[in-house]
């Protein structure tokens, strides 16, 4: 189970019937959302680089599923391309990321911008995990919106491919260190998506 996932609902602790007045309150705090932004770009036409991505995709919203995150999907290359928002069915979730097709720049503020939009309005754990496999056009708006929605609670977790690591290291939350940012080849890519925060601390409340 990939680090980013801050709980364990193996022993929440005791629970009563009828539930009580404070039920809501609980929910909330172990509540976790996510939404997993996947380039979409032009360059991720290069084969096999998209089915990869998708390949990895499916496995990280598996196991986001089996630890309750409610998962989003927001599809991305110089503008947002396709969005499912946060608590979607699952199915449809992985329906939309298996029917990516790459076009267009490397654009991440439009993303980042949603992102922030969308987790205004939840409770809990609000997790944006991005990959991409190139240098952002925008990389000063980008790391501006990313400290704002770090500020904000949210964490932002990273991977990218080769060089594209680089770039997108400074937008990952201050504080939360993490090895493995980025994916060497493409061969890796698929595991490197499906591990996405790998090493992040816990937080708890």
């Not at 364990?8 to 909330?28: C, H, M």
């Not at 932004?37 to 991720?44: L, R, W």
């Not at 080769?162 to 890796?188: K, T, V």
């Amino acid at each position: 189970m990939s680090s980013w996932i801050r709980r364990n609902f193996g022993g929440i602790g005791l629970t009563q019937s009828p539930p009580g007045a404070y039920l809501p309150r609980l929910q909330e705090r172990h509540s976790g959302h996510v939404l997993l932004c996947i380039d979409v770009s032009s360059s991720m036409a290069v084969a096999p680089l998209l089915s990869q991505a998708i390949a990895g995709g499916e496995q990280f919203l598996a196991e986001a599923a089996a630890a309750h995150y409610a998962s989003g999907l927001v599809l991305w290359s110089g503008s947002v391309q396709r969005y499912v928002p946060p608590g979607a069915p699952l199915d449809e979730v992985v329906s939309a990321l298996r029917a990516a097709t790459p076009y267009g720049g490397t654009a991440l503020s439009p993303a980042l911008q949603l992102c922030i939009d969308v987790f205004a309005a939840y409770p809990g754990d609000r997790v944006v995990c991005i990959f991409s496999d190139g240098l952002l056009a925008d990389h000063e708006r980008a790391r501006e919106l990313a400290r704002q929605a770090c500020a904000l609670g949210i964490r932002i977790v990273v991977r990218g491919l080769g060089a594209a690591a680089a770039g997108l290291a400074d937008l990952a939350c201050p504080g939360m260190p993490d090895d493995n940012q980025r994916i060497d080849d493409a061969a890796q890519l698929a595991s490197g998506i499906a591990s996405m925060a790998t090493g992040l601390s816990i937080r708890r409340n």
